[in-house]
Nanobody, 119 residues
């Protein structure tokens, strides 16, 4: 059974950094795109970043461009989201998902990891 497990969330002050990990088990992300989404309380789940199957193409939401970096380590079956210059508005539960392309359809989702940025 394919599973995606996010980790690395936590509480950080504004301006700080966190690195989220999305580890796949029971299946592979090698030939798939992987995306990160986030959902703040009372809001819809929003796209954050995506990376294609080979790792040489990425896409970011305007709100995180220049601050977040997505990367993929196929041998480790893991995708990372490096988040710098964090803002209180980045506070949300962050989810990773396996997809068939950047901004395409998705088949598996993780359970999410909480990121809280204090002002």
């Amino acid at each position: 059974q394919m599973q995606l497990v996010e980790s690395g969330g936590g509480l950080v002050q504004a301006g700080g950094s966190l690195r989220l990990s999305c580890a796949a088990s029971g299946g592979t992300i090698r030939n798939y795109a992987v995306s990160w989404f986030r959902q703040a309380p009372g809001k819809e789940r929003d796209f954050v970043a995506a990376i294609n199957w080979s790792g040489d193409s990425t896409n970011y939401a305007d709100s995180v461009k220049g601050r977040f970096t997505i990367s993929k380590h196929n041998a480790k079956n893991t995708v990372y989201l490096q988040m710098n210059s964090l803002k209180p508005e980045d506070t949300a539960v962050y989810y990773c998902t396996r997809g068939f392309g950047i901004r395409s359809t998705y088949d598996y989702w993780g359970q999410g990891t909480q990121v809280t940025v204090s002002s």
